[in-house]
């Protein structure tokens, strides 16, 4: 289908989510649909519905609140998977099923279907699919590994059967650019109907090509491009919203299409995604990273001080900052940090920004200079009301005569409850009196400390890692004390691992739902 309209299709919500240790609470996945909605995504993939009663219920609530975005469900290539996500997505203004199946060498085995066996699969659900809702979207999983001419068969049955969009996943990674562009191509000139249909294409991000191999399945002809904001999502990552839609902007010489996308609402979301997700977003990340605007070598600060183009090829408005500089510090107000915020790509509710103002005045009481780091840190911290474990107070006391020895109160489904605990290291002694208050089997997998500005005085951002039973979930806090930020952040993976064995039904986390046919 020729248009020089390239639909944007966000799959933060479905494969982002995917992320271990990225899931997101019922409230923030509404929060994230309603922001792609306002920046003008077209179809919104808002999750897997047979994964778990709580994915169900946040795809219907998105499906019934969307504005304008198409809403899309996934399903495995069965029956139920299908009929549960037409539940989810049907009361939505414009609805979407996306079904799949893996048609490659090494994913027809995992169902033991020969080639025949998976051709009448395919007609049958898509078919299936088609009976319950116009909008059929179909990918032949790991479509880049798949034979061409089998790959060729199974996308005509599968438009046959009424499928409207064709979407070809590089599902591991796997090609290069001028592959992308070369089998878009290929299966249009090639598989009857394919001019009545529209492609799309889904790269991950393995090979760190994913943006680039979708631009190029563009130049093959591809109209729809999945993608995820900072490019969220299983292993290495897919590819990313921002990156996709500014290239096709800045780049709009060499390739002239055009997206729905406000790019001036890309930085807000970006950063609330990073929070939600508890995947902060890498200072040299293309478009939203912290240094994707910043310039330190004397030769670019003076290019810049003559001509910003010299060493920028965008604007930072374009992607929603101000060049506009508001120093803060103790005697600031709630006024003058939504506009500090605001310019660094911050649109926050009345109510989040209380919970940021607050810790900002304990921050600018201790703190001789208030960054924009240590701003960006504040709000990222993932932190809410409804947390069952909230740090009250913490003593620690450490040195060269060990053992370090922590003393803590914790407020526990709304008691305060008190320990000591000691420990190798004041941080050691630190976790063992979380888990002497609130006992749990959860392990630690990954403890990281980084300064997020410079001095003695500078705030330390925590990032702490933790599995239970399979379930993955990280938590993030920034404090001038270090042992203080790393208890925090110890605590706020646990809340987040709380919400996920609470919300997920036994059997079927979205972690543990196997792709394979149920």
């Not at 539940?87 to 033991?112: C, D, M, Q």
């Not at 003393?407 to 526990?412: A, G, H, K, L, T």
């Not at 996920?500 to 046919?517: F, H, I, L, M, N």
Request: some cysteine.
């Amino acid at each position: 289908m020729t248009t020089d309209k390239v639909l944007i299709f966000d799959t933060t919500l479905r494969d982002g989510e995917q992320s271990p240790g990225a899931t997101m609470t019922h409230d923030e996945k509404l929060e994230i649909a309603e922001l792609l909605d306002e920046m003008g995504v077209d179809i919104i993939e808002a999750g897997f519905p047979i994964a778990s009663e709580g994915d169900f219920k946040a795809v219907s609530e998105i499906a019934a609140q969307a504005k304008s975005a198409t809403i899309c469900g996934l399903a495995r290539a069965n029956y139920k998977d299908i009929d549960r996500c037409w539940e989810a997505v049907k009361h939505a203004k414009s609805p979407r099923i996306h079904t799949f199946i893996g048609t490659s060498p090494l994913h027809r085995a995992i169902p033991n279907l020969n080639m025949d066996e998976m051709a009448e699969r395919i007609h049958d659900t898509v078919t299936h699919a088609r009976n319950l809702c116009d909008n059929v979207q179909w990918s032949p999983m790991d479509a880049t590994r798949t034979e061409e001419d089998y790959l060729c068969r199974v996308v005509e049955i599968a438009i046959r059967a009424g499928a409207s969009t064709i979407n070809i996943p590089d599902t591991v990674g796997y090609t290069a650019p001028v592959e992308s562009a070369d089998l878009i191509r290929m299966l249009i000139n090639k598989v009857p109907g394919a001019d009545d249909v529209i492609f799309a294409t889904h790269c991950h991000n393995d090979l760190g090509m994913a943006t680039a191999n979708s631009l190029a399945a563009v130049e093959g002809g591809a109209r729809q491009i999945e993608c995820t904001i900072n490019g969220l999502g299983e292993r290495a990552g897919n590819t990313a919203l921002e990156e996709v839609v500014m290239a096709l902007k800045v780049r709009g010489d060499i390739m002239p299409y055009t997206t729905g996308i406000d790019t001036r609402k890309i930085m807000n979301i970006s950063r609330r995604v990073a929070t939600v997700s508890g995947f902060p977003v890498q200072f040299n990340k293309a478009i939203v990273g912290k240094n994707a605007f910043a310039h330190e070598s004397g030769i670019h600060q003076d290019g810049m001080l003559k001509n910003r183009e010299t060493f920028e090829v965008m604007k930072p408005e374009d992607v929603g900052l101000s060049g506009t500089s508001l120093p803060l510090g103790k005697h600031s107000g709630r006024a003058a940090l939504r506009a500090k915020l605001s310019e660094l790509g911050f649109d926050l509710a009345d109510n989040q920004l209380n919970d940021v103002f607050v810790r900002f005045k304990d921050l600018a009481d201790r703190k001789k200079e208030v960054f924009d780091d240590d701003l960006m840190a504040l709000v990222t911290q993932n932190e809410t009301e409804d947390d069952r474990l909230k740090l009250k107070s913490l003593k620690v006391v450490c040195g060269t005569d060990g053992p370090q020895k922590a003393d803590m109160v914790m407020e526990v489904d709304g008691k305060d409850v008190e320990t000591s605990a000691t420990g190798d290291g004041p941080v050691d002694a630190t976790f063992n009196a979380v888990k002497s208050i609130f006992k749990h089997g959860a392990r630690l997998q990954l403890y990281q400390v980084q300064a997020v500005t410079e001095g003695t005085d500078a705030q330390a951002t925590v990032s702490v890692r933790m599995e239970e039973d399979g379930r993955i979930a990280t938590g993030q806090s920034a404090d001038t004390d270090t042992v203080v930020a790393s208890a925090k952040a110890y605590i706020n993976a646990l809340n987040r691992l709380l919400v996920r064995r609470e919300q997920s039904a036994p059997g079927y986390d979205v972690k543990g739902v196997s792709y394979k046919d149920a």
